[in-house]
């Protein structure tokens, strides 16, 4: 009688954890699978419930997916008017009462190409059709060549782990998030006693959900950190947790929100904690059997 009873509660609960398993999806942004609604012809309360949350997500994604060609299309739309702003204010002499002013206007026009590339590169990833152009990568060697070819040598101190497997990567997209991440442990270790760590190791936790071994790649400051209620907010959209010293250094609040897509689009993870001192960013990225 008890296993009895027990099958039917779970039948009727059943509907329950269809809805917190597709509101939960619909939060991360998967909008591809519908909520299951029991007898839609003639639904109970719970059907009823499914299918208002259901009309509730199609809503929702159609915003996003307008938000994202509204964004597309202006980034699209300023990057004319910006180059010949930019080719027009190289075009200015040289000349000693307008050299400071001729420079600020370049730097100032940098950054705006530079927010458009990023944004455009932001929504691209953030499109549940995203496509990557994965390759067989060596991430160490393409670590070194990103290190090697950062502005003035900065010190980086690299920690490599031996016989690191080979991952499929999109290249481009993971040369973006190794510069994204340690020019913003640069940024914040100007005043620090050390430079700014990169590690990479052998994912372990991979090996045990059997999704075939992964590596974890771990870049550490060793700045002043941030406040822990800031930590979940770090991957947000223009967020900054110090906007005035980010407007110096040239930060828009999108870097570490491309990390995380880029991780995101190879089914990886993007963690991010206090090291006390530091801020320490950690990506994983699967294995080739996942």
């Known amino acids: 009688m008890t296993a009895l009873a027990y099958a039917r509660v779970r039948r009727l609960l059943r509907p329950l954890d269809d809805i917190r398993a597709g509101a939960l999806r619909f939060g991360q942004g998967d909008f591809a699978q519908a909520i299951p609604v029991h007898h839609p012809q003639r639904p109970d309360e719970l059907g009823e419930l499914a299918a208002t949350i259901n009309t509730m997500g199609g809503d929702i994604h159609q915003m ?8 597309l299309a202006i980034s699209h739309e300023l990057r004319s008017p910006l180059t010949r702003a930019r080719l ?16 600020a206007l370049l730097r100032d026009l ?24 994965r390759e067989p990568t060596d991430l ?20 490599v782990a031996p016989d690191l497997p080979m991952l499929a990567l999109d290249r481009s997209r993971m040369r973006l998030l190794l510069r994204n991440l340690l020019d913003n442990a640069l940024r914040h270790s100007a005043d620090a006693a050390q430079p700014p ?40 959209p223009f ?30 993870t993007f963690s ?8 320490e960013v ?3 990225l699967p294995g080739t059997d996942s």
């Open 272 to 279: 991010v904690r206090n090291a006390q001192p530091g801020l």
């Open 282 to 284: 950690s990506v994983t």
């Open 140 to 159: 160490a060697a393409l670590v070194q060549e990103v290190v090697s070819s950062l502005p003035g040598a900065p010190p980086v101190q690299l920690h």
């Open 239 to 268: 967020y900054r947790p110090d906007a005035a010293r980010e407007r110096t250094t040239g930060g828009v609040g999108l870097g570490l929100y491309l990390c995380k897509l880029v991780a995101q689009a190879h089914g990886g």
């Open 197 to 236: 760590t990169l590690q990479l190791q052998a994912d372990k936790a991979a090996d045990r959900r059997g999704t075939g071994q992964g590596v974890r790649l771990t870049v550490r400051d060793h700045g002043p950190g941030v406040p822990e209620d800031q930590l979940p907010h770090l991957a947000q």
């Open 110 to 133: 940098g950054l705006m190409r530079d927010l458009i590339t990023d944004l455009l590169e932001s929504e691209r990833l953030a499109s549940p059709h995203a496509a990557l152009q």
């Open 64 to 71: 996003l997916d307008a938000k994202r060609a509204l964004l």
């Open 88 to 103: 027009n204010t190289e075009l200015l002499p040289e000349t000693a009462d307008v050299q400071a002013s001729r420079e």
